[in-house]
């Protein structure tokens, strides 16, 4: 485990991070709280204004300090922005937006991201190599009793615009060094937005509502919407402002311009987006969207594909969060394939452009599991789970975030981790189909960050006594060892959300077992095998302390994680628990909520209710998610009008029972509050 020192973690923010004040227009931190306030700058001008270029309009001015060399001391990221914005005549408000959409202006240690962007600026490398996609052996459709093992596909990806060597050619920085050196990356990202003001017509200066243009191109997207929904979003963080400590320690603070309005370019320039149409996509007006039908037809097989639509309105309890294993090119096409599988919507890295796919009434073949398909709508993601431990850009993130927040409300989906998951989460529909079930978006995917942008912390409860616990580690610092983002060795250090569970109290001590995942093996330390770790948001039971050690129970056994007093990775977290009913021994565990037998009426074949291989023990706690009343929507033809739901009357409760959810029969177990003595 590779963390820093709770201690020095808290000296080191509290000398860095001054006492909060309001900002001018309410602006606010990525924690909530209101940066600090303007102070005048000794290069800047009231208004975030900054002083003229030294030089020639996208060059460096002859009177500019020369960069420092390799042995010089860095200068701090604030100053970074402060310098490529003199040398390059942009705005350094404009500077610090842009960079904050596409990175949080972090370094993360000179990896790519997934669409192969670099460091703060996100300068794009349109050289590398998008990688295979990667599915597996999952069925996406999840349903035994009518297989579709899809065709894998492999579609050649568009390369990105490659804006890491027009921003060498610009600056005169080697291509490496730009990957590499946060100042570097910054000075590049400065030379190309002066570029693109340059090219459409627009002089230099030092007003950043002149710059809208140069920032809607920044991007490198050719849709007109993305462009602009990427520019009103930097815009908009202007006006609120932001403040953050970076991965690597630096303190970096975007004061608030609350009046600032941009000028927008003409409609012919192309970048103003056009009126969605009334039939258009279901997206909240903050985003760019468009419609892009999944593929829809009969088979020669006598099949279909690729999705199921269905008459009226449908019940939705999930969102399922996916990463896609590449590139948004490459995910989009995949959909218009009917041999394929399909899901709703899929999310470009670059920009947070949205392509959607279905409408919300039909069933897309995307989670594994048909009882969650069929109550669920899926988020697919541009990016690779483990490619070099790459990231994903905050305009990914909060576009995202919109889209979640928006649907959340539409179908009243509540905003927590047992509502809002990761395909990871979900559960194998038998026993033989655990070990295949997907592990995206895996351990790099900022859940806590996430939820902070839906509006609803994980924050965990205060209440005393607290007897379950909530993963949530620090991001940044929490630096867990991964194996398997290259073909040998670790994976490179970086922060994740995700903790190891040991069967003891100690990091000498085997992973806990899963008995699904691994048979007959033990559960290892590959970024996709989440056999033996819990993730941020997840709510388990306590099952004891001891030392720097916290107890959960986990797939029916005890389970370890390292929660010292000074770096806690969990919180206390307030819930209703559940624990197998007096009398019985232990509990039938289920991937699915389906009727009982006598529920079926005549010409719809019985689902057989097949427990999975776990055992839910007496004496053990599991913390509640919802309760339902089992159901089974029956469909297999092209005329949605011969669909039938199927109503039970056993009830179900779903349980974080390991890293995924699953479902035990309401009668079988016995709900503890919070205030019920054990």
């Known amino acids: 485990m590779r963390r820093l020192p709770g201690i020095a973690v808290v000296a080191l923010v509290a000398a860095l991070v001054p006492p909060t004040t309001a900002a001018p227009g309410g602006g606010r931190t990525e924690s909530g709280q209101a940066p600090p306030a303007r102070t005048s700058r000794t290069h800047g001008t009231p208004g975030g204004g900054q002083t003229p270029p030294a030089g020639p309009y996208g060059t460096p001015g002859s009177g500019q300090t020369a960069p420092a ?5 860095p200068e701090s990221r604030q100053a970074a922005f402060a310098r490529a914005a003199r040398t390059y005549g942009v705005p350094e408000s404009v ?41 597996g052996g999952e069925d996406p459709r999840g349903d035994e009793s009518r297989p579709h093992p899809p065709v894998v596909l492999d579609p050649a990806a568009a390369p990105p615009e490659d804006t890491l060597h027009r921003a060498a050619e610009l600056t005169g920085i080697a291509p490496g060094r730009l990957r590499r050196d946060p100042a570097a990356n910054i000075r590049g990202g400065a030379a190309l937005l002066a570029d693109h003001q340059r090219r459409i017509g ?45 991965d690597d320690g630096e303190r970096v603070v975007l004061p608030a311009i609350p009046a600032l309005s941009p000028r927008r370019p003409p409609a012919a320039s192309g970048l103003l987006r056009a009126p969605a149409p009334a039939a258009g996509p279901d997206c909240p007006p903050s985003v760019s969207c468009e419609w892009m039908p999944a593929a829809y037809r009969r088979l020669k097989n006598g099949d279909y594909g690729n999705h199921d639509r269905y008459d009226g309105p449908r019940r939705i ?3 399922v969060i996916h990463d896609g294993e590449s590139s948004y090119d490459a995910i989009t096409r995949l959909t218009r394939n009917p041999t394929y599988l399909s899901w709703h919507f899929t999310l470009r890295s670059s ?13 897309g073949w995307h989670a594994g599991n048909w009882y969650v398909n069929s109550r669920s709508i899926g988020l697919e993601h541009e990016g690779y789970l483990a490619r070099g431990g790459a990231w994903y850009t905050e305009a990914m993130y ?7 927040a928006h649907l959340a409300r539409k179908y009243d989906v509540p905003l927590n981790r047992a509502h809002i998951i990761g395909h990871d989460n979900v559960p194998g529909t038998t026993p033989q189909g655990v070990r295949d079930m997907h592990q995206d978006p895996g ?78 093996g033990a559960s290892t330390y590959g970024v996709y095998d989440h056999a033996a770790r819990a993730s941020t948001g997840q709510r388990y039971a306590l099952a004891g302390r001891r030392g720097d050690w916290t107890a959960i129970w986990y797939l029916g056994q005890k389970a370890w994680f390292h929660d010292p007093e000074t770096a806690r990775t969990s919180v206390p977290a307030a819930g209703r628990l559940v624990t197998p009913r007096p009398g019985l021994a232990s509990v039938k565990v289920y991937g699915r909520a389906y009727p009982e037998a006598s529920a079926y009426p005549r010409g719809v074949p019985r689902q057989e209710l097949i427990p999975l291989q776990y055992s839910f023990p007496a004496g053990q706690f599991y913390s509640l998610g919802m309760t339902s009343r089992a159901a089974y929507l029956r469909s297999g033809a092209l005329d949605p009008s011969r669909d039938r739901v199927v109503r039970g009357d056993v009830r179900y ?24 003595p054990r």
């Open 351 to 363: 920009d947070g452009h949205i392509a959607q796919h279905l409408r919300g009434s039909d069933i």
């Open 69 to 73: 060399g390799p042995y010089a001391r």
């Open 443 to 520: 351990p790099y995917w900022d859940w806590a960050h996430y939820f902070e942008l839906l509006g609803s912390p994980l924050t965990g409860s205060a209440a005393p006594g607290a007897r379950s616990v909530l993963i949530r580690p620090d991001y940044a610092l929490n630096q867990p060892r991964f194996t398997g983002c290259a073909k040998s060795g670790d994976c490179p250090p970086q922060g994740a959300s995700s903790v190891w569970l040991y069967s003891r109290p100690s990091e000498q001590a085997p992973l806990v077992k899963d008995i699904g995942k691994h048979p007959k």
């Open 95 to 135: 500077l610090l937006a842009v960079s904050y959409l596409e990175s949080r202006w972090d370094a993360n240690d000179g990896l790519p991201s997934v669409s192969a962007g670099y460091g703060p600026m996100h300068l794009v490398d349109g050289r590398i190599d998008p990688g295979r996609h990667r599915h």
């Open 202 to 246: 627009e002089p230099p200066g030092t007003d950043p509502a002149r710059w809208y243009g140069a920032v809607a191109r920044y991007p490198g997207t050719a849709d007109s919407g993305a462009a602009t929904s990427f520019a009103d979003e930097v815009y908009a963080t202007i006006r609120t402002g932001a403040a953050r400590v970076t």
């Open 317 to 319: 309890d999930y969102i």
């Open 398 to 404: 909060r576009s995202s975030a919109a889209l979640v």
């Open 653 to 676: 409760r779903q349980i974080q029972f390991g890293h995924r959810i699953m479902f035990v029969r309401a009668a079988d177990v016995k709900v503890i509050s919070q205030e019920d």
